[in-house]
């Protein structure tokens, strides 16, 4: 298994930081990409799309605060997003302080994505974003617009969303998904789910795993309701974003992104035949549409 190449220091947690391909010199630049995990991943989670992205980039991701050879620490106030963003731009510092890196992220990194380009310090280190994630003021507008119009079509939808993302939900609550983790409910859990939803990902758990999971249990009670009950409208980021929307995925289907074009000026989106685990399920196909989209930046300014 790849051990980390090394470690960057924030806020007194120590972030395990993995990279493939070639780092940029001044004689031999090249882009960095920062890939983001979610939950309850690792860096590790990204290997196949790292390395089907190294010979064009130089590739990084990093244990999230919490996870992996990063710092054990727990605690709601720990993963708070102004944290989390902090670690992200101490990650891009160490590894690409003189230029912008281009971004990507999956579930919660995905979701902690839109933040990060929502401010001003976001679009100075961030040169693109590609998120398999709504923000969660997206989702809080779907569900709101369908509130406020309960026809039978939308209450359907409402209701369908909120069914999607009850797991995420359950995660907020005290006690019982320290309960479901320490009992290996949860891992197995997962194991199903990514069975019937994405047959094509090999299911791999981690040694602490359920501990992890335990620890990032504090990302949903600081973030999800907070964000999606009441949410607020950001200006349009002058990032680049591309979503690219899976077809199957089982918590985030395509629907709930159609707020998601109004968070950039310069926005895209493509479908990829997958679930909410494409990096493991197509991880050639991932990586084609993030090189294109880079590509396509480059191209035209």
Not at 104 to 127: K, N, Q, T
């Amino acid at each position: 298994m790849k051990i980390a190449d090394f470690f960057v220091k924030s806020s007194n947690v120590d972030i395990a930081v993995y990279t493939w391909g070639q780092k940029p010199t001044a004689e031999h630049p090249r882009p960095v990409v920062v890939l983001a995990h979610g939950f309850p991943d690792r860096a590790i989670f990204w290997e196949k799309v790292a390395q089907a992205l190294q010979d064009a980039f130089f590739v990084v991701a990093y244990d999230m605060r919490g996870c992996g050879a990063s710092t054990p620490i727990r605690g709601t106030r720990h993963y708070r997003y102004d944290v989390l963003l902090k670690d992200l731009y101490t990650v891009i510092d160490a590894v690409s302080p003189e230029q912008p890196v281009h971004l990507v992220g999956h579930d919660w990194g995905g979701l902690y994505g839109w933040a990060a380009i929502a401010e001003p310090e976001g679009v100075r280190r961030i040169a693109s974003f590609v998120t398999q994630s709504p923000s969660l003021e997206q989702i809080g507008f779907y569900l709101q617009r369908r509130m406020l119009r309960p026809t039978p079509r939308n209450l359907l939808q409402l209701f369908g969303q909120l069914i999607r993302n009850s797991l995420m939900i359950s995660f907020t609550l005290p006690l019982l998904p320290e309960l479901i983790f320490r009992t290996g409910l949860g891992t197995a859990l997962f194991r199903v789910v990514m069975k019937r939803y994405e047959p094509l990902a090999v299911f791999q758990k981690n040694e602490g795993m359920e501990e992890d999971a335990i620890r990032y249990l504090g990302i949903y009670r600081a973030n999800l309701l907070q964000r999606t009950l009441l949410p607020k409208r950001q200006p349009p980021s002058q990032v680049p974003v591309h979503v690219l929307m899976s077809k199957n995925d089982p918590f985030l289907p395509p629907a709930v992104f159609e707020d998601s074009a109004n968070g950039a000026n310069r926005y895209s989106e493509s479908l990829i035949d997958a679930a909410h685990w494409a990096p493991l399920s197509q991880p050639q196909a991932f990586a084609h549409a993030v090189t294109s989209f880079i590509s396509n930046i480059k191209n035209n300014g």
